[in-house]
């Protein structure tokens, strides 16, 4: 007997919050992200948080900021000396003396990654190895010698051979066989993973690397283990990933997917994005036709501009993912989102307006793409009915055919209650008896 009452009373409040709770459907957004090449071009503090704010607009919203190319390295250094207190400073922008570049000081990137937190917009520090090492090579060169770098490699006296002597494409390479190749770099990691540490995400580059191709995805995995060991998410370009070596790389490295080659890349050995899915690995696409904004005369026109964010809105979508040509997705798995990259290699004399608005312009068309990812919640049914529009409309989604705000509500619950009530007080009396 007691049984059967503890099963009424359970199936009772069971009820209850299934008629006084209400189900609604929240779409949370994938991952929109906008990458700013802050190497090849300087921003101010004041400029990044202007991409900040257009970012917050929109929920898992992040910022990769590419901080080290050949050309330069943006931001503070102090394994080779760059440093806020050796820099010369007018205005509050930072050159370093010795190679007359600008960058951003600690005290900078502490203040912007304190304001993209304000604004909950992600922060990810992008330290690009083992090619575009350049800006690198050229404060090491001043630092430590010129033979350090350039010395070519050395098979009878190895520990001599240069970090980066390579020609030609190669040059901005790093040798990773040479002696002292992944000490430079992990010097470099040291210093930043400390200064980065509350940064959810690292990511590594390791896009266009020719050197020393047999080695590169061995050593992808060895900065995946020596960042995932500090508690980085790790990410990293899609280029060096082919279908050979695919089942090689760790799969807890996502991908940022742009592919390399203006062609079909199904016809080539790269691996798709469909290939990476297979595989088990994230992926956030950039499809370099669609979403690479490189300002430079005959990018900005206004023809040029325009022409760019129409492709966006009306033909790009996540199913082409490499360049113009249909990807054949069967299902968007272990896609994160998408992002706008900025590059700055060709941008002199574009002003900075021209490039915020038509990066904030190539975001907006690029966002509505991206997958919604639908989500049920139940939330305590309002005495009455709130009228007030949803920040999107498309984001939330009520339906009040689940629990109508009727009479009907509260005559039910008067039922319930009575039913519980009595079910208890002969419960009671039973265990007294």
């Known amino acids: 007997m007691k049984k059967l009452l503890t099963t009424i009373i359970l199936l009772v409040l069971m009820i209850i919050p299934t008629v006084y709770a209400k189900e609604i459907t929240v779409y949370d957004n994938t991952e929109s992200s906008i990458m700013l090449d802050i190497a090849r071009r300087y921003y101010t503090v004041d400029e990044i948080k ?8 929109n929920e898992n919203s992040s ?26 400073v007018s205005d509050g922008v930072y050159t370093n003396p010795d190679t007359g570049k600008k960058f951003l000081t600690y005290d900078q990137l502490t203040e912007l990654m304190n304001y993209a937190k304000s604004k909950n917009v992600e922060f990810i520090p992008e330290i690009d190895v083992p090619a575009h090492m350049k800006g690198f090579f050229d404060l090491a060169e001043i630092k430590f010698g010129y033979d350090f770098v ?28 040479a002696p002292n190749a992944k000490p430079f770099i992990k010097a470099l990691y040291d210093e930043y993973t400390e200064f980065f540490k509350d940064c959810k995400y690292f990511f590594i580059g390791f896009d266009e690397y020719t050197f020393r191709p047999e080695m590169k995805i061995e050593y992808a995995n060895e900065l995946y283990d020596y960042l995932s060991n500090k508690g ?26 742009w592919a390399w080659k203006e062609a079909d890349i199904n016809l080539t050995n790269y691996a798709t994005v469909p290939d990476l899915q297979e595989k088990g690995f994230k992926v956030i696409i950039t499809n ?29 979508e996540l199913e082409k993912w490499n360049y113009n040509f249909e ?107």
Not at 65 to 82: A, K
Not at 289 to 314: G, K
Not at 401 to 417: G, Q
């Open 50 to 57: 202007k991409y900040i704010d257009v970012l917050a607009q």
């Open 63 to 88: 910022l990769q900021l590419h901080m080290t190319d050949d050309e330069n390295v943006g931001i503070e250094c102090r394994y080779l000396d760059q440093t806020k207190e050796r820099a010369t």
């Open 150 to 177: 350039h010395h070519p490699f050395d098979w009878d006296v190895w520990e001599n051979s240069g970090i980066g002597w390579g020609t030609g494409d190669e040059v901005g390479h790093i040798d990773l066989k």
């Open 232 to 257: 980085f998410t790790v990410r990293m370009w899609s280029d060096a990933i082919t279908k050979d070596n695919i089942s090689d790389l760790n799969n807890n490295i996502e991908i940022v997917y």
């Open 288 to 316: 370099k036709f669609y979403l690479f904004f490189v300002p430079a005369p005959d990018s900005t026109t206004d023809e040029a501009l325009s022409r760019t964010v129409s492709n966006i809105e009306n033909y790009w």
């Open 327 to 433: 990807g054949g997705l069967t299902n968007h798995d272990n896609i994160l989102g998408g992002m706008v990259c900025v590059w700055g290699e060709h941008s002199d004399g574009i002003s900075d307006s021209v490039i915020f608005n038509q990066t904030k312009n190539m975001y907006n068309a690029m966002f509505p793409k991206l997958d919604k990812i639908p989500r049920t919640i139940v939330i305590p049914d309002d005495p009455e009915p709130d009228t007030t529009p949803s920040q999107d409309e498309e984001e939330v989604k009520g339906d009040d055919t689940v629990n109508p705000k009727t009479n009907d509500n509260i005559y039910l619950y008067l039922i319930t209650l009575m039913l519980s009530t009595l079910s208890l007080g002969v419960l009671l009396n039973v265990k007294l008896r």
